[in-house]
T-cell receptor, first 114, second 117 residues
Framework: SQKIEQNSEALNIQEGKTATLTCNYT??????LQWYRQDPGRGPVFLLL???NEKEKRKERLKVTFDTTLKQSLFHITASQPADSATYLC?????????????WGAGTKLIIKP | DGGITQSPKYLFRKEGQNVTLSCEQN?????MYWYRQDPGQGLRLIYY???????QKGDIAEGYSVSREKKESFPLTVTSAQKNPTAFYLC????????????????FGPGTRLTVT
C-alpha cells in the first residue's frame, strides 16, 4: 500500500536560515503532492501543490521540489521566521478504483528559534 | 466570510453514547470530507461526499455515519460501535472530488476534539 514518511522528530532552525522538510513515499509515483501547514489545535491550511511532471514550484519564501526517481519531495522555507513555526504535512494523490483520495503524512514539526 | 465551520470545538461524551459533529461550508464546494487525526499519525479519511445525497466510505468508516442532505452540510455521527472514538476530527471541502489529472486544494474547518470516557 502507498505510504508517506515524514520526519517525526521536530526540526529546530535558527531564524533567518533555510528550513528543509522531507516527504518520502513508497510504491508508485503520485500524480501530485500537496503541502499544508497546521498550527496546534487547528485545521491544515494549503500551501503548495506540485505535479509529477514539475521539478520545482515556488511561492514567495516557499519552494517545493519533486524527485520521482528518489520518490521524495522537499519543502523549503527561506529566510525563516518564528511565525513559520508549525507542523507541515505532505499529502499525495492515491488512485482507488475510479475515485482518488489524498493520503497524508504524519507531519514534521518545525521550530524557528529567534 | 467564506469558509468551513465545525461545532463544537470541544465535545465530551460518555462511552456508549452516539454523538454528532457539525460541519457547514459556504464555499459552494461540491466535495466534502471527514478526517480523523491522532497523535503521530497522518490524517485518515472517514467518509467523503461529492454530491448531495451521495457519500462514500473512506479508510476507517466503521463506527461512523454521515449524511449529505444539503450541499452546505455534512454532519458526522460517531456511534457507540466506534471502539476508540477519542480524537481530533477535521472536516474539509474542495471544489470537486479529486481525480487524476486535476488537483484541488482542500479547505479545512477548525476541527472538533472529541473525548469519550
Amino acid at each position: 500500500s502507498q505510504k508517506i514518511e515524514q520526519n517525526s522528530e521536530a526540526l529546530n532552525i535558527q531564524e533567518g536560515k533555510t528550513a528543509t522538510l522531507t516527504c518520502n513515499y513508497t510504491n508508485y509515483s503520485p500524480a501530485y503532492l500537496q503541502w499544508y501547514r497546521q498550527d496546534p489545535g487547528r485545521g491544515p491550511v494549503f500551501l503548495l501543490l506540485i505535479r509529477e511532471n514539475e521539478k520545482e514550484k515556488r511561492k514567495e519564501r516557499l519552494k517545493v521540489t519533486f524527485d520521482t526517481t528518489l520518490k521524495q519531495s522537499l519543502f523549503h522555507i527561506t529566510a525563516s521566521q518564528p511565525a513559520d513555526s508549525a507542523t507541515y504535512l505532505c499529502a499525495l494523490l492515491r488512485g482507488l478504483d475510479s475515485n482518488y483520495q489524498l493520503i497524508w503524512g504524519a507531519g514534521t514539526k518545525l521550530i524557528i528559534k529567534p | 466570510d467564506g469558509g468551513i465551520t465545525q461545532s463544537p470545538k470541544y465535545l465530551f461524551r460518555k462511552e456508549g453514547q452516539n454523538v454528532t459533529l457539525s460541519c457547514e461550508q459556504n464555499l459552494n464546494h461540491d466535495a466534502m470530507y471527514w478526517y480523523r487525526q491522532d497523535p503521530g499519525q497522518g490524517l485518515r479519511l472517514i467518509y467523503y461526499s461529492q454530491i448531495v445525497n451521495d457519500f462514500q466510505k473512506g479508510d476507517i468508516a466503521e463506527g461512523y455515519s454521515v449524511s449529505r442532505e444539503k450541499k452546505e452540510s455534512f454532519p458526522l455521527t460517531v456511534t457507540s460501535a466506534q471502539k476508540n472514538p477519542t480524537a481530533f476530527y477535521l472536516c474539509a471541502s474542495s471544489i470537486a472530488l479529486l481525480y487524476a489529472g486535476l488537483a484541488y486544494e482542500q479547505y479545512f474547518g477548525p476541527g472538533t476534539r472529541l473525548t469519550v470516557t
